[in-house]
Every structure is written in C-alpha cells, then in structure tokens.
C-alpha cells in the first residue's frame, strides 16, 4: 500500500498550490499530488478564454514545467480517482481498488460541471467547460465546421466562450433561466452592459428562458427547445450552469457539509487531520457579512491552499484573504473585488458607453466590492475601500474625477 505523510487530492490551483507551498516553507516529508486528470497540472481560466481562442498553448497554461513535481519530491499520481476516505485508518482506496495511507490530507477536487437533466442533454455536441478534454472535444467540432452554437447560462463561462465563438464566426445564442445576464454575481448596470456588449458582436439573448429539451439526430443535437416550444437551431451547445463540489468520499466518511464541504478559518473539515480547499470548501467568509458559502476563483483556491499549509505546520494562521475576480471578453477586462452578496445600493462611476466604468456596491453603507471595466486603478484603489469596510458618501463615489484613494 502507497503512504503519503501529505495527501492532496485534485492538482487545480488549490491542490498544485498546497504541493509548491510545503515545498517553499519547508516540509520535507513525503507529498503525493493526485488527480484523475491525466495532464500535467494547469490553470482553469484560460479554458473558457485564451486557450479555447488558440491563443495559448498547453505548455503556456501549465501551472508548473512538467519537470518540477519531480524535481521537487512531489509524486504526481495522474489517472487516479477517490471513492472512499476512511478517516478512522487515514486511508483512501481508488476506482481501480488500489490504497493509500496519509498522515494529513488535504482535499481539493474542486467540482464537476452541472450537467443539463432534460431529454437529449446527453447527444453529441453538448459540451460543458471544465477540463482540457472538454476544450479539445469542442474545438475538434469547430474545426469540424461546426456554426450554429447555443450557450446555456448566461454567467462568466458561457459570456466568454460566446465571445471566443464569434471571433471564430459562429452563430451564439445564450438562453438564460433569469431575466438578466450575470444576476447571480452582478448588479443590473453591469448585466446591462454586457448584453449589449454581446449584442453589439452579433450574440443574440433569450432571458427569462428555459430548456424544455435537447433535439437531435442520429445520436448529436441539432436544436434546443424552449418551454415556449421556440426551436433554436444549433450543431453544438455549450452548458454553463455551475458545478457540483466533488465531495462525495468526505460526506461519505462523515464529514460535514452539503454544498460543499464545510471547513473552518483553517480550512479544517470535521474529519480529524483531513482539509479542504478551494471550489469545494464551504467556509464562512468575512467578506459576505460572515455568510457560509463557496468561492470558486483561483485566489480563494491559492489562498486556502496557503492557509491548510501553514496549519499543517504549526504556523496557523485563518483564512481572512480579500476575494478577486476577472473576466476577459473581446476587448473587455473585467476586475471584481470583494464579494457583492447582498448589497443594497449600486453606485456607477464613469460612463459604460465609453467602455470604461466601473460599479461599487454597498451594503449598509459600507463598501463591500466593485466591479472594474477597464479601469484597473479603480480595481487597486477600490480594494482598499472593501478591505476597509469604508464608508464613503455615494456622490464621492460617482465622482470618476476623483480617485477612490482620495476617498479613504
């Protein structure tokens, strides 16, 4: 039976980032990196973006050289899957039967993409945006001559894959379930920008809008059909709906949890020496006003990563990191800080016909994030108002003349 003194499970940024960040401070003892992925360990943005567009290559997205696991001690066990923890023997047993000890783990298999539940969501040409498998099914299909694409969900994968489909010529239509772009993590000022973003690129929006079934032929899709019997014609669809945290084997053991595995200021799950982190962790998060949720970014997975390491070796310090966020589409970058949940009031700074604006969000009075628009010194700035909890009258905040670093 394998033994690892340190098991990570998942090699996504938060499972990579434990490994490097043991190595860094100093753990000597024995690390295994396992995944189920058969790839070298690689960043999960650029899927949706750069890497889907042809604009970097695998090797430019890979977290490290393939030669550094080695080179550092970390064994990087790739093709192998969890189904069981048993925390009482701190073992874990793989589909294929083999086992292994582990003196901590630390679990941070991120999450599965949802899947559509309606007739034909299983036809070829329906693809989610998970892995570098998924990317290279969907670009072998474009290259295939694939024209007409539907985009279900209307959240960041799905805006930016439409927007790497029209720089391709494609046909995008988006069909969203609620009456606006981006509703679950923005306010209306920036939905309303994006869609006419899109709109202005030649996407097209069904809001409001759900997926009856899948219409196919001869085993791949050829449509979608709304509930409002609407057929939109389609050779590939692309499914961007969130994902399901990987935690099945720690709720299994007992661990507790449900969306996502709960985990405490030191990324400790309830399972004795067993840690989570990153997509799949819930935690409480001082950020949202103390509220349980799950952060699926790569600061939160680096950060927690961070914050088990350090636990791990008697350094412990809580998880207090201040969430960032960005999102590239056309020529369009995207910078968020801080966590807009529950706000109460919008303030918009600059003008977005220009491009160029960003929203501040406030709860209470207080400055609880901002979404940036090409206006990357409101995005420096503005992190230290959120940091601050600062309370800044809004029509200081409207002003864009004024820099938010003289609002302090």
Same mark, same amino acid.
């Given at each position: 039976?394998?033994?690892?003194?340190?098991?990570?499970?998942?090699?996504?940024?938060?499972?990579?980032?434990?490994?490097?960040? /043991?190595?860094?401070?100093?753990? =000597?003892?024995?690390? #295994?990196?396992?995944?189920?992925?058969?790839?070298t360990?690689?960043?999960?943005?650029?899927?949706?973006?750069?890497?889907?567009?042809? =604009?970097?290559?695998f090797?430019?997205?890979?977290?490290?050289?393939?030669?550094?696991?080695?080179? @550092?001690?970390?064994?990087?066990?790739?093709?192998?899957?969890?189904?069981?923890?048993?925390?009482? $023997?701190?073992?874990?047993t793989?589909?294929?039967?083999?086992?292994?000890?582990?003196? @901590? +783990?630390?679990?941070?298999?991120?999450?599965? #993409?949802?899947?559509?539940?309606?007739?034909?969501?299983?036809?070829?040409?329906?693809?989610?945006?998970?892995?570098?498998?998924?990317?290279?099914?969907?670009?072998?299909?474009?290259?295939?001559?694939?024209?007409?694409?539907?985009?279900?969900?209307?959240g960041?994968?799905?805006?930016?894959?439409?927007?790497?489909l %029209?720089?391709?010529?494609?046909?995008?239509?988006?069909?969203?379930?609620?009456?606006?772009?981006?509703?679950?993590?923005?306010g =209306?000022?920036?939905?309303?920008?994006?869609?006419?973003?899109?709109?202005?690129?030649?996407?097209?929006?069904?809001?409001?809008?759900?997926?009856?079934?899948?219409? $196919?032929?001869?085993?791949?899709?050829?449509?979608?059909?709304?509930?409002?019997?609407?057929?939109?014609?389609?050779?590939?669809?692309i499914?961007?709906?969130?994902?399901?945290?990987?935690?099945?084997?720690?709720?299994?053991?007992?661990?507790?949890?449900?969306n996502?595995?709960?985990?405490?200021?030191?990324?400790?799950?309830?399972?004795?020496?067993?840690?989570?982190?990153?997509?799949?962790?819930?935690?409480?998060?001082?950020?949202?006003?103390?509220?349980?949720?799950? /952060?699926?970014?790569?600061?939160?997975?680096?950060?927690?990563?961070?914050?088990?390491?350090?636990?791990?070796?008697?350094?412990?310090?809580?998880?207090?990191?201040?969430?960032?966020?960005?999102?590239?589409?056309?020529? +369009?970058? /995207?910078?968020t800080?801080?966590?807009?949940?529950?706000?109460?009031?919008?303030?918009?700074?600059?003008?977005?016909?220009?491009?160029?604006?960003?929203?501040?969000?406030?709860?209470?009075?207080?400055?609880?994030? +901002?979404?940036?628009?090409?206006?990357? @010194?409101?995005?420096?700035?503005? %992190?230290?108002?959120?940091?601050?909890?600062?309370?800044?009258?809004?029509?200081?905040?409207?002003?864009?003349?004024?820099?938010? @670093?003289?609002?302090?």
């Amino acid at each position: 039976m394998d033994h690892a003194d340190i098991c990570i499970v998942g090699a996504g940024h938060g499972g990579a980032q434990a490994a490097i960040a /043991l190595r860094q401070k100093g753990f =000597e003892g024995t690390i #295994a990196l396992v995944t189920r992925e058969l790839d070298t360990p690689y960043e999960r943005p650029p899927l949706s973006k750069e890497y889907l567009a042809g =604009e970097k290559s695998f090797e430019r997205i890979m977290i490290r050289p393939e030669a550094f696991w080695a080179d @550092k001690g970390i064994a990087l066990q790739r093709g192998r899957s969890v189904v069981k923890v048993d925390p009482q $023997g701190h073992s874990l047993t793989f589909a294929d039967g083999s086992s292994m000890t582990y003196g @901590k +783990l630390i679990w941070a298999a991120g999450g599965d #993409a949802r899947r559509l539940s309606c007739e034909g969501g299983d036809l070829g040409g329906v693809h989610t945006i998970r892995d570098r498998p998924d990317i290279e099914r969907l670009k072998a299909e474009l290259d295939g001559g694939a024209k007409q694409v539907v985009v279900i969900g209307g959240g960041y994968i799905g805006l930016e894959a439409a927007a790497v489909l %029209r720089k391709f010529g494609c046909e995008v239509t988006v069909v969203e379930a609620l009456d606006r772009v981006l509703s679950r993590v923005a306010g =209306e000022d920036l939905s309303t920008f994006y869609q006419d973003a899109h709109r202005a690129e030649g996407v097209s929006f069904r809001l409001s809008a759900k997926v009856e079934a899948i219409e $196919g032929m001869d085993g791949h899709v050829t449509g979608v059909r709304l509930e409002d019997l609407e057929v939109l014609p389609a050779d590939m669809v692309i499914v961007g709906i969130g994902i399901i945290p990987s935690i099945g084997p720690l709720i299994g053991a007992g661990a507790a949890g449900s969306n996502g595995v709960d985990v405490d200021e030191f990324c400790r799950t309830s399972l004795e020496d067993v840690y989570a982190v990153g997509d799949c962790a819930a935690h409480a998060n001082g950020f949202a006003d103390g509220a349980v949720i799950r /952060l699926e970014s790569v600061q939160n997975a680096n950060d927690m990563a961070t914050t088990a390491v350090l636990d791990i070796l008697g350094q412990p310090k809580p998880y207090v990191a201040t969430p960032w966020f960005w999102s590239n589409q056309y020529d +369009l970058k /995207l910078q968020t800080v801080g966590i807009s949940v529950d706000y109460d009031r919008t303030v918009l700074r600059g003008d977005p016909a220009e491009r160029s604006f960003s929203v501040v969000y406030l709860r209470g009075g207080k400055v609880i994030a +901002l979404d940036c628009v090409n206006r990357t @010194k409101d995005y420096v700035q503005g %992190r230290k108002l959120v940091e601050a909890h600062a309370r800044i009258d809004p029509e200081a905040l409207a002003n864009a003349e004024v820099q938010l @670093k003289e609002l302090l």
